[in-house]
């Protein structure tokens, strides 16, 4: 079944947030894994509050020695699994892309997020020639203005689609 990681070498761009919704919303309908690989478990403490969707499970007890198992067990139990990875570029992140069927990056409109994201873009790449098989893959803006395109993000956009 599908496994959708979010990914970013930089904290505070919208992982945690888009995870969670796209999540929330495919539980909807489907039985919906969210592992939760960040160290301060964000998901986690969130599903435990009032209102997280009852075909929701978190898995947060994941490092790099076992995400790939929980990865594959989650894909076995449920027709949807999200991956909300750590911030930085670790090897639990790497493992995340390696077997993700699409890796999501978010970014904010800014060129210090863009170059971030550029990293992270590029992380995807090298784990395409390791797993030696295309990643899908998509950049997500965050907390950008759907009327007003600055110039800025116009430039991030540019930078980001080469």
């Given at each position: ?12 761009v919208?992982?945690?947030?888009a995870?969670?919704?796209?999540a929330?919303?495919?539980a909807?309908?489907?039985p919906?894994i969210v592992i ?10 969130w599903?435990?509050?009032?209102g997280?969707p009852?075909?929701?499970t ?5 490092d ?6 929980q ?9 949807f ?15 995340a ?7 999501i990056v978010p970014t904010?409109?800014s ?6 994201a550029?990293?992270?873009l590029s ?11 295309q ?17 800025s ?7 980001l689609q080469?």
């Amino acid at each position: 079944m599908p496994t959708i990681a979010f990914i970013s070498p930089k904290g505070g761009v919208g992982k945690t947030t888009a995870a969670t919704i796209l999540a929330t919303q495919l539980a909807r309908r489907a039985p919906v894994i969210v592992i939760d690989a960040d160290p301060n478990r964000p998901v986690e403490s969130w599903a435990k509050l009032a209102g997280a969707p009852a075909q929701l499970t978190v898995v947060s007890d994941v490092d790099q020695d076992s995400i790939l198992d929980q990865i594959d067990t989650a894909a076995q139990a449920a027709p949807f699994v999200i991956v909300d990875c750590e911030g930085t570029a670790s090897l639990t992140v790497a493992y995340a892309i390696s077997a993700a069927d699409l890796v999501i990056v978010p970014t904010q409109g800014s060129q210090l997020d863009a170059k971030e994201a550029a990293r992270a873009l590029s992380l995807v790449k090298k784990q395409e020639r390791t797993s030696r098989r295309q990643i899908p893959h998509a950049v997500l803006l965050t907390r950008t203005a759907v009327a007003v395109r600055s110039r800025s993000l116009v430039h991030v956009q540019g930078e980001l689609q080469r």
